[in-house]
């Protein structure tokens, strides 16, 4: 049997800092210091102000937007010329083709092209799952299906066309990526992320910044990546978005901090700080996270943006601040930098209040310099200072097949086979399949939000050419031998969502003319705040199709659309196959194809713990405690699936699982190797999963916890080894007075159902 080496690629290609933060470029300081010595304080008030494009449009008398939008120039020039506005964002309400972003960022630019400013603005934009607020760009899974992949290379590669088609938009700097750990199934924004392991959600950040921000530093093809959001935001504890959180210091450095200050270390040049509030404080105020973990301790050098109307909420929300006056100061002198105001008049305010804070001394000159010098230093790095950038003409790979197909291989390595039984997949091509659920059929259910528009539900902007699974399958079976009846409509309802049944007999009837019925559920599209709900329960309508669609006999293959792990425990049952599609992106319904009728053969596995019931959150490297059966086979760990589980076609069997030492010193370096074997008649792509767990510690351990992982491609019947080094630093844990210490000890190794033991002295 031939037998290759796989040296673990990850760790090497993403090994490089883009830029050392403790280097700062003698020659850009010196450039920025000169620039700064000509400018008023209500100049360098203007840098640290960002407001919406929607401030600067043309409106009718009922202050509604003119449609065609277009920019009203007094507008323009009150915001750049008297108040030195440093920043915009956004799109108006839906997306842009490539000539009006032409125009918005000629207009835009001119006057610091002109030479009425002395800065030019930064514009900064959502492109999260591709360029999804330009026509015609790639749409790619969201970060939820992108860590699904586990394949950082292909995370780097989504980065690197996605920064691209945002410079043929003329933008250069992308809000974007989440680094928030998913462990709030409830979370809206659940789908932004890219799980809820803070290893995988470190490395496949990296692998997306060093796309987005280039190798080499930012090059005309490369956007300033933007880390989101800093931090705790994604773990609410009422699941409502911008809710508060309660995460102790332990476990804020042991989960949410570490994606961070790995993103720092890769170079990443801005965050957006986090909406909510961490332990009774919100995180725009939080000092010792902005100025003193990131910015003293982790060295970052860039600048801190905040989100929406984030100052204005101290006040109006949060109330920690009597006023926007004392909002501005807290926030500001927390360390943030900019302020996402971001309307008129209310950007008027802002500059107005802080050049009164400034004058009343209540906030320094020095800080105010600081903060001012991370914002230029972030646009002369982005190459804002060298004028006339964004020509879309310079961008002739834009919506390129190229492209598309980068977007497609995504989605085929991303959607993850849950279950298949009998292995009635893959499903033969000459079988007559009727396709049918409420997300089978509208591209909107494959992207999800922050597409075209922010919600995303907007049928009207759906990418040309693109294919809802509806028409994937037809195009693949012919229309006679793909029927459809959707028997069921998801709709919002007041705002939530809701799901009712329709045509339940044309279902009926199709069902019966067909070999097998392909179901499509899952989720309406939504985000942030609009994207609240009551319960993780898929709607009972969604049961009761599934259930119709049990009962004729057929067997069903069910295909979850979703952005969160929706509780589906009643339905698992009677389903042949199950299949998690997250949010796939325009090539999603292609891949799905793909997969289904076996071309390619399945290779995602769970970024999250799927879990089994409402109101029950678990993940993967619980404590011993959470595990403990209470007797009566009353499972305590009993998620519906685990985090990193899923199928594939192929068998796959790991043996010789090896360690370099049973005794290992802090000294050491662990290598640990392993040969994984592919015993099918399939090539594959296996997801080797590295865990540890410390058997005795101070301080209750992790079951178990990730420390590598590789993806492996095996050709049929081929046996590959796969190596993993880890060191003491990769056996830490925060103690009790907040230290990252290891202790001697027995640890366990796990691979694949392979166990091995060795003792850190
Ligand atoms: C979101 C951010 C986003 C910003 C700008 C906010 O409401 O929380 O993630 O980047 O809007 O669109």
Redesign the pocket.
């Known amino acids: 049997m031939p037998k290759r080496n796989t040296i673990t690629t990850l760790f090497i290609v993403l090994n490089f800092l883009v830029f050392a933060q403790d280097k700062l470029d003698p020659v850009i300081e010196g450039r920025i210091t000169e620039l700064m010595s000509t400018m008023t304080v209500q100049e360098k008030v203007g840098q640290t102000c960002q407001i919406t494009l929607d401030a600067l449009f043309v409106r009718d008398e009922e202050e509604k937007v003119l449609d065609p939008e277009r920019i009203d120039p007094a507008k323009l020039k009150e915001a750049m010329s008297t108040y030195g506005i440093g920043s915009i ?2 799109v108006s309400w839906h997306t842009f083709d490539l000539e009006m972003w032409e125009k918005v960022m000629s207009e835009v630019h001119a006057p610091f092209n002109n030479g009425e400013t002395k800065a030019p603005i930064i514009y ?1 934009i ?1 492109a999260i799952h591709g360029v999804n607020y330009t026509v015609g760009g790639t749409l790619f899974p969201q970060e939820i299906g992108l860590a699904a992949t586990w394949n950082p290379a292909l995370a780097m590669r989504f980065g690197e066309v996605t920064a691209y088609e945002t410079r043929a938009s003329g933008i250069c700097w992308n ?1 974007s990526p ?1 680094l928030d750990l998913g462990r709030q199934p409830l979370w809206s924004r659940n789908f932004e992320t890219l799980g809820e392991d803070p290893f995988l959600v470190s490395e496949m950040g990296k692998a997306i910044i060093c796309g987005y921000q280039g190798k080499d530093g930012i090059g005309s093809e490369h956007v300033i990546a ?1 880390m ?2 800093f931090v705790g935001y994604s773990n609410p504890l009422t699941g409502r978005d911008r809710t508060p959180a309660w995460i102790p210091d332990k476990y804020m450095k042991e989960l949410y901090l570490p994606s961070f200050k790995a993103a720092v270390e890769e170079g990443a040049l801005t965050v ?1 700080i986090n ?1 909510g509030a961490v332990n009774g404080i919100p995180g725009h105020i939080n000092y010792d996270l902005i100025t003193k973990t990131l910015k003293e301790d982790w060295g970052f050098q860039g600048f801190a943006v905040s ?2 109307e984030d100052f204005i909420f101290l006040n109006n929300v949060h109330q920690t601040a009597e006023d926007n006056y004392q909002g501005i100061i807290s926030a500001f002198n927390a360390g943030v930098d900019m302020s ?1 105001v971001p309307y008129n008049p209310q950007y008027k305010e802002y500059c107005e209040l802080m050049i009164k804070a400034v004058d009343n001394k209540v906030i320094s000159e020095e800080r105010l310099n600081d903060a001012v010098r991370r914002i230029l230093r972030v646009k002369m790095i982005g190459g804002l200072f060298d004028k006339g950038m964004n020509q879309a003409k310079k961008y002739p790979d834009f919506g390129s097949e190229k492209f598309k197909s980068i977007a497609l291989e995504s989605a085929l390595e991303s959607i993850t086979l849950l279950k298949n039984e009998k292995d009635i997949l893959p499903l033969s091509s000459s079988s007559k399949v009727l396709i049918a659920g409420p997300t089978s059929d509208n591209l909107i259910f494959l992207n999800g939000a922050w597409t075209h528009t ?1 919600q995303g539900a907007n049928t009207d902007f759906n990418t040309e050419g693109a294919k809802t699974v509806r028409e994937a399958f037809t195009e693949k079976l012919g229309s006679e031998n793909c029927l459809f009846a959707k028997g069921a409509e998801l709709y919002l309802d007041e705002g939530f969502e809701a799901t009712k049944l329709v045509d339940q007999e044309d279902f009926k009837v199709k069902a019966d003319k067909s070999d097998v019925i392909v179901l499509c559920l899952g989720e309406y599209p939504s985000t ?1 705040k609009p994207g609240d709900i009551r319960s993780l329960n898929l709607d009972p309508a969604q049961l009761e199709l599934a259930e119709a669609a049990y009962s004729t006999g057929k067997p069903v293959v069910l295909v979850m659309v979703e952005g969160r792990p929706r509780v589906i425990r009643e339905i698992v049952e009677g389903a042949g196959a199950i299949v998690q599609a997250y949010l796939p992106g325009d090539y999603g319904a292609d891949a799905l194809v793909e997969l289904i009728f076996g071309e390619e053969n399945f290779s995602g596995k769970l970024p999250y713990t799927y879990p089994k019931y409402d109101g029950i959150f678990e993940f993967y490297d619980h404590p011993k405690s959470v595990a403990r059966s209470k007797g009566n086979d009353f499972e305590a760990y009993d998620p519906q699936w685990d985090f990193g589980f899923g199928l594939s076609y192929s068998e796959v069997e790991y043996s010789n699982l090896r360690l370099s030492t049973k005794n290992m010193t802090t000294a050491d370096s662990l290598v640990i190797e392993v040969d994984v074997t592919n015993k099918s008649e399939r090539d594959t792509k296996e997801i080797v999963q590295l865990y540890v767990s410390d058997l005795f510690a101070s301080m209750i351990p992790n079951g178990k916890s990730l420390k590598g992982f590789d993806k492996v491609e095996i050709k049929a019947g081929n046996t590959e080894t796969t190596r993993f080094v880890i060191t003491a630093d990769d056996l830490k844990f925060v103690d009790a007075s907040g230290n990252w210490i290891s202790e001697a000890g027995t640890f366990e190794i796990s691979i694949g159902n392979l166990l091995s033991k060795f003792e850190l002295k």
Do not use: A, R
């Open positions: 964002l956004n900064g959502d809000f989440v933007c989101k959001h957006m909406s989100d929406w996402m922010w942030e």
